[in-house]
């Protein structure tokens, strides 16, 4: 399967930037910067707890797989 590199870091500083949000959002949810932020803390909270570093430092298939128990709603930190 061919990979392709994503652009995330300019996708993710436009969302924070522009406070961009894609379809609907409740009027007592955080900002779309806010939850960007919240949500990437959390993950690197998981990551930390699991595996005792930061998102960015563990190999790509625990990436990988922290995002699918992400999907699914398997993350236990209390970050989350």
Do not use: C
Not at 23 to 51: I, K, Q, T
């Amino acid at each position: 399967m061919p990979q392709h590199a994503v652009p995330l870091p300019g996708l993710l500083d436009a969302k924070l930037v522009g406070g961009n949000a894609n379809g609907y959002r409740r009027a007592n949810m955080p900002s779309m910067p806010d939850v960007w932020r919240l949500s990437l803390a959390a993950l690197d909270a998981e990551s930390r707890a699991r595996h005792d570093l930061p998102f960015a430092s563990i190999d790509a298939q625990a990436q990988r797989a922290l995002l699918e128990d992400m999907q699914h709603g398997k993350l236990n930190s209390d970050a989350w």
